[in-house]
């Protein structure tokens, strides 16, 4: 059974998940209207991601038989006054997700919660990876962003992005 400082951690972390997708699929939109289509499937394909790890936990908390409660998700209300202004707000946020992830596995270690642990072993890796991408990516348009042929090489990159959901036993 799941401590309840752990559940309700993990309960809110469903929200803040499903809010990421959010928050990603404006920046989508935002680069939609700027006619940067690659940048912009590059965001869906993190919404995608978000979605599905908040999916990952909402079962890891069934499966512990842990009720579900879904929080409100906020409205994204940043105005992106440049191209780089939302790369730099994804990175941002992936931080502050790090943060609330490591405050989970740290929860869980201080109950001995050992299966939680191994669970939130694969989230802590899982942002160390989307930290690296983004910021990759936020490098990339620093060196070509400025340049249109680069932007748009980049931009064509981007196109390419495919999903892989992932697998994680629960």
């Not at 989508?28 to 965001?43: C, M, P, R, T, V």
């Not at 998700?73 to 943060?99: C, M, N, R, S, V």
């Not at 690296?132 to 490098?139: E, I, P, Q, R, S």
């Given at each position: 059974?799941?401590?309840?400082?752990?559940?309700?951690?993990?309960?809110?972390?469903?929200?803040?998940?499903?809010?990421?997708?959010?928050?990603?699929?404006?920046?989508?939109?935002?680069?939609i209207?700027?006619?940067?289509?690659?940048?912009?499937?590059?965001?869906?394909?993190?919404?995608?991601?978000?979605?599905?790890?908040?999916?990952?936990?909402?079962?890891?908390?069934?499966?512990n038989?842990?009720?579900?409660?879904?929080?409100?998700?906020?409205?994204?209300?940043?105005?992106?006054?440049d191209l780089?202004?939302?790369?730099?707000?994804?990175?941002?946020?992936?931080?502050?997700?790090?943060?609330?992830?490591?405050?989970?596995?740290?929860?869980?270690?201080?109950?001995?919660?050992?299966?939680?642990?191994?669970?939130?072993?694969?989230?802590?890796?899982?942002q160390?990876?989307?930290?690296?991408?983004?910021?990759?990516?936020l490098?990339?348009?620093?060196?070509?962003?400025?340049?249109?042929?680069?932007?748009?090489?980049?931009?064509?990159?981007?196109?390419?992005?495919v999903?892989?959901?992932?697998?994680?036993?629960l």
């Amino acid at each position: 059974m799941l401590a309840k400082k752990v559940a309700k951690l993990i309960n809110d972390q469903v929200t803040l998940e499903f809010y990421s997708a959010y928050l990603y699929l404006d920046f989508a939109n935002y680069y939609i209207d700027e006619g940067l289509d690659g940048f912009a499937h590059w965001f869906e394909i993190q919404a995608q991601e978000e979605r599905d790890h908040a999916m990952l936990m909402r079962t890891y908390l069934q499966n512990n038989d842990v009720r579900v409660v879904f929080g409100t998700i906020d409205k994204p209300d940043q105005e992106y006054k440049d191209l780089k202004a939302p790369l730099k707000a994804a990175l941002e946020h992936e931080q502050f997700i790090t943060g609330c992830i490591n405050k989970i596995y740290g929860a869980a270690s201080d109950e001995k919660d050992y299966r939680t642990m191994e669970c939130f072993n694969w989230f802590v890796k899982e942002q160390g990876e989307e930290e690296k991408n983004v910021g990759d990516l936020l490098k990339k348009f620093k060196l070509f962003g400025n340049d249109p042929k680069g932007l748009y090489a980049l931009n064509q990159e981007l196109l390419t992005r495919v999903y892989a959901a992932p697998t994680l036993v629960l």
